[in-house]
Structure formats: structure tokens, C-alpha cells
């Protein structure tokens, strides 16, 4: 029996998945995307980690980007920049994968093709790696530590904070994305380079918006290294924006703002970039059941 000729790329509006289209292959290229994402951006957000927290040690106040990696890889050696990010890609494929796959569902449901964080306890064992002397050398020993120390509320105080920003970031993000790819690629065929324009504008913006949550994120998350007792008794989200403004009035909430964007903007136009092309490659060579 003759086999199933792909269906050309060409042929139908590419934004416009088709209705069958296999969830497997959203869920591969989601998380094809996320892995890529972060292990790409991971040493910015290592410095941005460290920028964000309040009440550092000495040795650990840093005066920009180029300073905060430069001071680190020659006190703490090059790998510190890296330090935990097992414990991200880890969690940035099945997260991602769920993410995509969603948004695709959720897109086709409400007509979207037709118009012109991670896991909790990854990200708080992600920046307590990330922080200055961080004690830990791998994501067992850190999980352990925390849940032996702070009990398993320790990986969930934050995650009222998470919400709270991950929500409106990602509104935000696919609206801009989608308004963005409208703009910039009118035609809808498979595009890089608009794909990651939008992509990287996209992210720029939502991070920026979202950026006062993020530091109360961290505050929460990193809460468990802090030297200072009441950091270190930090209840919830209320509680950590006000030591925040009190410490350092409105402008705390936008510490770490351009590490953020530097880290969000690239990151984010890495993850469209490789979701769109690995859609892209799907629908080229599975043609409209995607992949099985």
C-alpha cells in the first residue's frame, strides 16, 4: 500500500494547525522548546537570582550584569554560573510540553488560528543553588537539605507568588506574541526570524510588567539562606512585599529588572524560535496527524 505523502507546508496556512494535528507532537515540540530555553539563558538568571536578593553579603553586591559574571566566575569559578540548572531542565520539558500543548488546544478552541515557571520545587531549588555560597553541589542534596531543614512547605511558599505572576506574564506574553507574529508576518507562513523577533518583544514586555512579583519569588524562594531573621521568617507574598518596600522602598520591587529582560528577551525568542520550527518540522514530514 502506498504510504501517506507528506502534506507541503505550503498548502495550508501554517499558523493554522490542523484540527488533528497529534498532541505528542505539541508536547515534543513544547518541550524541545523549554529545554532549549533555559539551558541556553540559564547563567543571566543565575545573575539575576543574585541581584534580586535583599541584605546580600558584601561579596555578593554586584553592580550590573557584566560586573555580577565576571566577579563570579573568577571567585567562584566558571561553573557557578551554571550551578543547578539539572534541576531546570528537569522540569522545563514537562512543564513547557504541558504549556504549548495548551496553548495549541486552548487557540483552536477559541478560534486563535483563524484570525489574522516551572515546577514549584525546581525553582526553589534552582536559587538556592544559584545563590552566593550556596553550600550544595547537586539538586539531591539541595531537596534534601530543604525538606530535612524547612519541611515540604519550604517548596510551595512561593507558590501563591508563582501564580500570581505567571498568569498575567503569560497573558501577556502569547497576546503580544500573537498581535506581534499578526504584524510582523501577515502572510503566517513559517518565518525565524519573525517568529523570534515577536518572540523576544513578547517576553521583553511581559517580563518588565511582571517584575515586582518576581522579586517577591525570590525572596520566598531563597528565604531558607537568608542570614536575616526576618527575611528568613518571610510568610507569603504580603508579608515579603513588605519587608521589600520598607527595605527598599518601590524601587526594591524592580531590583534585578535588567538581568530579567536580558534573561526573558532571548529566552523567550529561543523558545518561540525552537517551537515554530520544530512544529514546523512536524507538519513538513508528518503532514496533518503531526506525529504518532
Not at 19 to 36: D, E, H, Q, R, Y
Not at 38 to 56: C, E, F, G, L, S
Not at 204 to 212: E, L, Q, R, S
Amino acid at each position: 500500500m502506498a504510504g501517506h505523502d507528506p502534506i507541503p507546508i505550503e498548502e495550508y496556512e501554517y499558523e493554522g494547525l490542523p484540527p488533528n494535528f497529534s498532541l505528542s507532537a505539541n508536547l515534543l515540540a513544547g518541550a524541545f522548546a523549554g529545554i532549549s530555553e533555559h539551558t541556553v539563558m540559564y547563567p543571566i538568571d543565575a545573575i539575576k537570582t543574585r541581584m534580586q536578593v535583599i541584605n546580600p553579603a558584601q561579596s555578593a553586591t554586584y553592580t550590573g550584569i557584566i560586573n555580577a559574571a565576571v566577579r563570579m566566575s573568577s571567585t567562584e569559578g566558571i561553573r557557578s554560573l551554571w550551578r543547578g540548572i539539572t534541576s531546570v531542565a528537569l522540569g522545563a520539558g514537562p512543564a513547557h510540553a504541558v504549556y504549548f500543548a495548551t496553548y495549541e488546544t486552548v487557540k483552536q478552541a477559541m478560534g486563535g488560528n483563524k484570525g489574522t515557571e516551572h515546577h514549584p520545587v525546581a525553582a526553589v531549588v534552582k536559587q538556592r543553588m544559584q545563590v552566593h555560597g550556596s553550600p550544595f553541589t547537586s539538586i539531591y542534596q539541595c531537596a534534601k537539605s530543604v525538606f530535612r531543614n524547612e519541611g515540604l512547605g519550604a517548596f510551595y511558599v512561593s507558590y501563591p507568588t508563582t501564580l500570581t505572576m505567571t498568569i498575567p506574564f503569560t497573558a501577556i506574553q502569547f497576546t503580544a506574541y500573537e498581535s506581534l507574529s499578526k504584524v510582523l508576518n501577515p502572510s503566517q507562513k513559517y518565518d525565524p526570524l519573525t517568529h523570534c523577533t515577536a518572540g523576544g518583544l513578547a517576553g521583553a514586555v511581559a517580563a518588565g510588567v511582571t517584575t515586582p512579583l518576581d522579586v517577591v519569588k525570590t525572596l520566598l524562594q531563597t528565604r531558607g539562606t537568608a542570614r536575616d531573621v526576618e527575611i528568613r521568617n518571610a510568610k507569603g507574598l504580603w508579608h515579603a512585599a513588605s519587608i521589600i518596600q520598607r527595605r527598599n522602598g518601590w524601587t526594591g520591587f524592580f531590583r534585578g529588572l535588567r538581568p530579567r529582560i536580558v534573561t526573558t528577551m532571548p529566552s523567550t525568542a529561543i523558545c518561540w524560535s525552537s517551537y515554530e520550527m520544530a512544529k514546523a518540522y512536524f507538519i513538513r514530514n508528518h503532514g496533518e496527524n503531526g506525529f504518532i
